[in-house]
Structures are given as structure tokens and as C-alpha cells.
């Protein structure tokens, strides 16, 4: 389109010849000039028009940019030299919180965190310098509104000004927080956790290791990160059972399915560790490639708490069995030593055969304290604790002993005859005696040797007291027993008194023997110590503290009167032979016996006539009603009728459950005359 003034010269260079050529009066000339005027006349309104269009075309142009300009989602500024904002556009006003007619004129500094004020100016100082983009992440605070972080991208102008461009970027920045959160809660976590964590990618190189793992290695994650895992891994210095490393890996990448193997390796204490490793397969990983997440934990605690169970399902299998039998069994020894004691009673004094009676009756009481130790270490009966004498403790535990022990072993004895009395049950000293030198045995069983058992009492003093641990000064009973076995290292001596630590071949010990002595000698407030070098025996010796006031021991209950009386007693017994045992004692004691061995018969015999009897001796374990249930009835009848409960063994009722009922003493079988005697007595009276 060509300019108006063009034209003009263009019409005046053709319409010349004419004036040379024409009269510009004359009609010819004025027609021709006149259609030239009128040709260029229609150019210049096309050539107008043509303009017009133009311009309104750019008008709708810049009508667009502004459009695009303003309401961008993107803050568009514009700053003059010295940084104050000379233009900006609607979404820059919003993000600074000011009206865009006023925003005009303002320090952008204004809007700026003072704290990052300095970054923007470095960011300025680097565009001078470069002359090139240049972009920062600030925090900015705009009027009346929440603070925001905002990525700033910065370039120059004309005259020095600037362009810039303005974009809120808070969700990013919480989104990046809370990501950098979550790796650390992650990192935190990983590096708690006891079992050791690696990742392995598919060329088996270390992706992610965790403490325990880097632990284990003995290196830093730096030198462990992008090595091959067998050029670090601490578990592959024993054999394995089952797939080799690299198989357990490669089938956990091409099945995709976890693998699970057991090892051996040595820690870095240099101790053998039992180690389990399981691999699992995660298809996406790092950058993509597939990779196996470990996860190796040290079994060797398991294990042994593992056979710690078996050793304990074993004892409570003992105790079952001990308790099925002990009934029984205690039945069968309340009649051995029941008759045993009459037939004593009917031999003359002086006689060879009442001497061998009194070895069986002896016997009988033997196998009685074996039951009570069984069902004590099985932890079915409770220990009642009463002033013991060791010395005849140790006496009878070693009479037991010699039976047993080889002639290659020689037994000394050095016991304080007027070592006084401890407060313990019979039955647990006999366990501490019976153990400890039973482990003595078992110390010299190949080689032969002696065994010597020393008893005295000690006083010891502060200074003493500080060198044996948990004792306070005071009088002690010690008892000793050395001998002279292979004797022990000083690791292995760390360990005799936990629980099923043993150094002895399988079928040869249960590890159970100290750990009991030590319980029972803690129980009873002494200490235990041993003394021990390998291949010169091993000395164990044990405080425990003699009662401060001398508490006569009771005599032999046979230098006992029994007593007597004439009331009449209700006896009841499944077993007909104690029935008959119990009549026969009681009658030479004065009194009248009626006996049943049907609880519901004497049930029915009492209902008849209550007051009829003055007491009611019953066994607990019966057919049809139980030693409770007939004394629950016959306390129905007769609230005040005296009861006596006897037992060989039961886990229905104990001595406080049968007092609850109303009955007035709870024996455990087998009785001795004795007891028995003082028992009725005692109720009746």
C-alpha cells in the first residue's frame, strides 16, 4: 500500500505532459486531467481503505497481547533501572496483593522477605554482569496476603530496564518439605531397625544400605554405594545352607518371588552368628532397572531361645507326666510307709528285722522327696521355708550320691557339725546339694578324681561383704564343693548360671542344674560364687545367711509321743488299702474309724446322723464327688464339722483354695504316722 504523498507525486509526473502538450483550458485537456484525478482518486480511497483495515487489524492485535498479558497465570513485571516496577500485568498485582494502578512506581524490594533481600540483589548484580537470564527462588510477602515462595526469572531491556517474570511455587516448596520429611522418617527408620537392609540392582551393585548393614561390612555408605555386592557383603565368609549368594539373587530376579536362605558368618567380634536372608524382587527401581531389596537378620538369639522352648517343653513335659503320676504314686508310698511304720511298731526292739524295716521305710521316704523335687522344679508344688540344719541335708543327699558315683571317685567331707540353721525348704537345699555336686561328677566322670564337700558357718565383715556382691555383713552358712575335674575358662564360667548353658556333649545335660541352684540361692538372700581354671578343677561356693536368732530344729518325729483321743472320725478313700492303713493308725490312737471308699456313701452315712462324727479325714481325687465337693456338702449339713483334706496330688485345689471352703488342715501324701496324729489332733482341738 503505498502513501498518500506518493500518489500526489505520482498524478503530477503524468498529468506534466499534459500541461506541456495541452491547453489545460481547453476541453480536451480539462476531460483528461479531470480522468486522471478521478483514476488516482479510486487508488487512494482502495489504498485508504486498505490502511484502515491494517490499522484495525493491529488494534485487535495488541487487544490480544494485552489479553494474553494480563490475564496470564504467570506475573509479568516490568522494572525500571533503578528496580522500581514501571508495568505489570493482573496476575503479578494478585501474587503482590496490590491493585495494579497502584503497584506502578513500587520497589519490588518492597515485597521481598528482608532476609532474601540480599539474594534478589546478587541476582540483579549477575544479570549486569552477564547480560543473560537469570532465575533465584525467594520467599515474598505480599500486602495483606500469606506469605509465598516465588521463582524469579530476570532479564534485561531497553534502557537498562528489566523484564521479569513471577510465579508462585509454595505448593512445590511444601511438596519438596514434605518429601524431604519423609526421607528423612525413612532414613531415621532404616537406620533403627536391628536387621540389616541392602539394595542390589540387576548387575548385583549396592543401590541403598542401612546402618546395620554398614555396620556389619564395617565401612561407611560412601565406600559401600555402587560396589558389587560380593566385594562388601559380611555374610558370605561361611558356608551357606542351600543356594550360594548370587543364585539366591539371580532366582529372586527371575521369578520375581521372594528366596529365603540360612548362613553362618563371623561379626566383627570375630564370634560365629547364625543369619537368615531374605530377598525380595521389586520390578521398578532406581532409574527403572529392577532391583532386590534384602533384608538379613541375625537368627542366632532365635535359635537358642528356640531350644531354650524345646528344653522347656521338655521340663514341662516331665512336670505333666510328674503330675499324672504323683497321686498315684504317693498313694502307693502312704501305704509303704504307712504299713512300714506299723510293722516297725509290732517288732521287738533289738530285732535285725526291724533295722531292715527301718531301711525300707527310709527308702519310701526317699522316693516321697524325690516326687516333692520333681514337682517342685516343675513348678507344681510351693516350697514352705522353715529352719533346715545343712549337715543332715548334705548327710542324707551324699548317702544317696554314693550309690551312684563310680569307685574312681573319692567323696571328703569337712562339715561343721554345729553349723547352725537357714531358712529354706528342705527340698531346695537338697536340689542345691543334689546339682552341685552332680555337676561335680559329671566334671571328673572320664577321668576319675575327688570330690570334697565342705559345710562351716562365716562371719563376715563389711569388707568381706563389699568383694561377694549382694551380701550385707552378718553370719553365713557356706557350703563348698570342689572338684577336680577339667575345670573352666573364664568365658565359659561367665555363663554356667544361665539357663541352659551347657558345656557338655548332647544326652549329657540340660543346662538346667546351676541355673536352678543360683535361682534358689538368690531366692533365699545368699550369693553363689565359682572358682575355676581349665584342667585345675572348679570350686562352687555358696552363702546363705543362718538365722540371727538359733531356732531350734524339730526333733526326730519318731522321739515324738504321738497323741491320741477317743472322738470319732469319718475316713474316705478311693484306695482301699489307705483306707484301711488310716483306720488301723487311728484306732491304736484311741479313736473310733468309720470308713468308706464311696464318697457318695459317706455322704449319704452323714446325712443320716451329722453330729454322729467329730470329724471328717477325706482323700481330694475320687470317683463320682471329689475330696471339695464332699466337704462342700457335708459343710452344708454341719457348718462347723472339722475336715481334713488329703491329697498325693492335685491341680483342682491347693492348701489356700481348701481353707477358702471351710476345711480346717490340707495334707499332701504320703503321710507319716506322725503327721497324721498331730493333724486330727490339732483339728479336734
Given at each position: 500500500m503505498k502513501d498518500p504523498s506518493e500518489l500526489r507525486k505520482s498524478?503530477?509526473?503524468?498529468?506534466?505532459?499534459?500541461?506541456?502538450?495541452?491547453?489545460?483550458?481547453?476541453?480536451?485537456?480539462?476531460?483528461?486531467?479531470?480522468?486522471?484525478?478521478?483514476?488516482?482518486?479510486?487508488?487512494?480511497?482502495?489504498?485508504?481503505?486498505?490502511?484502515?483495515?491494517?490499522?484495525?487489524?493491529?488494534?485487535?492485535?495488541?487487544?490480544?497481547?494485552?489479553?494474553?498479558?494480563?490475564?496470564?497465570?504467570?506475573?509479568?513485571?516490568?522494572?525500571?533501572?533503578?528496580?522500581?516496577?514501571?508495568?505489570?500485568?493482573?496476575?503479578?498485582?494478585?501474587?503482590?496483593?496490590v491493585n495494579r494502578d497502584l503497584l506502578v512506581k513500587q520497589p519490588l524490594t518492597h515485597f521481598i522477605f528482608k532476609e532474601d533481600q540480599d539474594l534478589y540483589y546478587r541476582l540483579r548484580q549477575q544479570l549486569d554482569d552477564q547480560g543473560e537470564l537469570q532465575i533465584c527462588e525467594l520467599r515474598m510477602a505480599p500486602d495483606g496476603g500469606e506469605p509465598f515462595w516465588a521463582n524469579l526469572r530476570i532479564t534485561p531491556a531497553q534502557n537498562g530496564a528489566y523484564k521479569l517474570t513471577l510465579c508462585n511455587i509454595s505448593e512445590r516448596k511444601r511438596a519438596e518439605v514434605a518429601l524431604q520429611d519423609s526421607e528423612r522418617f525413612m532414613d531415621n527408620i532404616l537406620a533403627n531397625i536391628d536387621e540389616a537392609i541392602v539394595v542390589i540392582d540387576g548387575n548385583h551393585r549396592i543401590q541403598l544400605a542401612n546402618r546395620a548393614y554398614c555396620e556389619q561390612a564395617g565401612k561407611s555408605p560412601a565406600n559401600i554405594i555402587g560396589r558389587h555386592y560380593q566385594e562388601i557383603s559380611p555374610y558370605?565368609?561361611?558356608?551357606?545352607?542351600?543356594?550360594?549368594?548370587?543364585?539366591?539373587?539371580?532366582?529372586?530376579?527371575?521369578?520375581?518371588?521372594?528366596?529365603?536362605?540360612?548362613?553362618?558368618?563371623?561379626?566383627?567380634?570375630?564370634?560365629?552368628?547364625?543369619?537368615?536372608?531374605?530377598?525380595?524382587?521389586?520390578?521398578?527401581?532406581?532409574?527403572g532397572v529392577p532391583f532386590v531389596i534384602e533384608v538379613i537378620t541375625d537368627?542366632?538369639?532365635?535359635?537358642?531361645?528356640?531350644?531354650?522352648?524345646?528344653?522347656?517343653?521338655?521340663?514341662?513335659?516331665?512336670?505333666?507326666?510328674?503330675?499324672?503320676?504323683?497321686?498315684?504314686?504317693?498313694?502307693?508310698?502312704?501305704?509303704?510307709?504307712?504299713?512300714?511304720e506299723i510293722v516297725m511298731e509290732e517288732l521287738p526292739p533289738g530285732s535285725s528285722l526291724r533295722e531292715e524295716q527301718a531301711y525300707v521305710i527310709m527308702a519310701g521316704k526317699r522316693a516321697r522327696d524325690l516326687v516333692k523335687q520333681i514337682l517342685t522344679f516343675s513348678r507344681r508344688t510351693e516350697q514352705q521355708l522353715e529352719p533346715q540344719l545343712l549337715q543332715s541335708i548334705v548327710g542324707e543327699t551324699l548317702t544317696l550320691l554314693r550309690a551312684s558315683l563310680p569307685s574312681t571317685i573319692a567323696i571328703?567331707?569337712?562339715?561343721?557339725?554345729?553349723?547352725?540353721?537357714?531358712?529354706?525348704?528342705?527340698?531346695?537345699?537338697?536340689?542345691?546339694?543334689?546339682?552341685?555336686?552332680?555337676?561335680?561328677?559329671?566334671?571328673?566322670?572320664?577321668?576319675?578324681?575327688?570330690?570334697?564337700?565342705?559345710?562351716?558357718?562365716?562371719?563376715?565383715?563389711?569388707?568381706?561383704?563389699?568383694?561377694?556382691?549382694?551380701?550385707?555383713?552378718?553370719?553365713?552358712?557356706?557350703?563348698?564343693?570342689?572338684?577336680?575335674?577339667?575345670?573352666?575358662?573364664?568365658?565359659?564360667?561367665?555363663?554356667?548360671?544361665?539357663?541352659?548353658?551347657?558345656?557338655?556333649?548332647?544326652?549329657?545335660?540340660?543346662?538346667?542344674?546351676?541355673?536352678?541352684?543360683?535361682?534358689?540361692?538368690?531366692?533365699?538372700?545368699?550369693?553363689?560364687?565359682?572358682?575355676?581354671?581349665?584342667?585345675?578343677?572348679?570350686?562352687?561356693?555358696?552363702?546363705?545367711?543362718?538365722?540371727?536368732?538359733?531356732?531350734?530344729?524339730?526333733?526326730?518325729?519318731q522321739n515324738k509321743e504321738l497323741p491320741r483321743g477317743t472322738e470319732s472320725v469319718l475316713v474316705v478313700d478311693d484306695q482301699e488299702i489307705i483306707v484301711l492303713m488310716h483306720r488301723h493308725i487311728l484306732e491304736n490312737l484311741g479313736y473310733r474309724v468309720e470308713a468308706f471308699t464311696d464318697s457318695e456313701h459317706a455322704l449319704q452315712a452323714f446325712r443320716e446322723n451329722p453330729d454322729r462324727f467329730d470329724l471328717l479325714l477325706t482323700d481330694m481325687t475320687m470317683p463320682n464327688l471329689t475330696g471339695a465337693e464332699l466337704a462342700v456338702e457335708v459343710l452344708r449339713l454341719r457348718p462347723s464339722m472339722p475336715i481334713i483334706i488329703c491329697t498325693g496330688y492335685s491341680e483342682l485345689i491347693d492348701e489356700g483354695m481348701a481353707k477358702a471352703l471351710g476345711v480346717r488342715e490340707f495334707l499332701q501324701k504320703p503321710l507319716e504316722k506322725i503327721e497324721l496324729a498331730q493333724a486330727v489332733r490339732k483339728v479336734l482341738d
Open positions: 498524478a503530477e509526473e503524468k498529468l506534466a505532459p499534459l500541461r506541456e502538450n495541452l491547453d489545460p483550458l481547453s476541453p480536451e485537456g480539462m476531460r483528461r486531467a479531470l480522468h486522471e484525478l478521478q483514476v488516482h482518486q479510486i487508488e487512494l480511497e482502495m489504498q485508504n481503505e486498505e490502511l484502515r483495515r491494517t490499522q484495525a487489524e493491529l488494534e485487535a492485535s495488541r487487544a490480544d497481547y494485552y489479553d494474553l498479558y494480563d490475564l496470564a497465570p504467570v506475573g509479568y513485571c516490568t522494572l525500571c533501572e533503578q528496580g522500581l516496577i514501571r508495568k505489570a500485568n493482573l496476575a503479578a498485582a494478585a501474587l503482590l496483593g558370605d565368609n561361611l558356608p551357606r545352607q542351600g543356594l550360594d549368594h548370587t543364585g539366591q539373587l539371580n532366582t529372586t530376579f527371575a521369578s520375581g518371588a521372594p528366596t529365603f536362605s540360612t548362613h553362618t558368618h563371623i561379626d566383627a567380634q570375630g564370634k560365629t552368628r547364625q543369619v537368615e536372608t531374605r530377598s525380595y524382587a521389586m520390578k521398578e527401581g532406581l532409574g537368627i542366632t538369639d532365635r535359635i537358642a531361645i528356640e531350644a531354650q522352648l524345646r528344653q522347656a517343653q521338655k521340663l514341662e513335659a516331665i512336670g505333666t507326666l510328674a503330675g499324672g503320676i504323683a497321686h498315684d504314686f504317693n498313694n502307693i508310698l502312704s501305704a509303704i510307709i504307712g504299713y512300714g571328703k567331707e569337712m562339715i561343721d557339725v554345729n553349723c547352725g540353721p537357714v531358712l529354706a525348704g528342705s527340698i531346695q537345699i537338697h536340689q542345691v546339694v543334689m546339682n552341685l555336686c552332680t555337676n561335680a561328677f559329671q566334671a571328673m566322670r572320664e577321668t576319675g578324681g575327688g570330690l570334697t564337700i565342705t559345710l562351716k558357718s562365716v562371719n563376715l565383715a563389711e569388707a568381706q561383704v563389699t568383694n561377694s556382691g549382694s551380701l550385707t555383713p552378718g553370719r553365713y552358712a557356706v557350703l563348698e564343693v570342689a572338684d577336680t575335674g577339667d575345670g573352666m575358662s573364664k568365658a565359659v564360667q561367665e555363663r554356667i548360671f544361665e539357663p541352659f548353658f551347657t558345656t557338655k556333649e548332647q544326652g549329657h545335660g540340660t543346662g538346667l542344674g546351676l541355673a536352678v541352684v543360683h535361682g534358689i540361692v538368690i531366692e533365699l538372700g545368699g550369693a553363689i560364687s565359682v572358682a575355676s581354671a581349665p584342667d585345675r578343677g572348679t570350686t562352687i561356693t555358696v552363702y546363705l545367711p543362718l538365722l540371727e536368732n538359733e531356732v531350734p530344729v524339730e526333733p526326730s518325729i
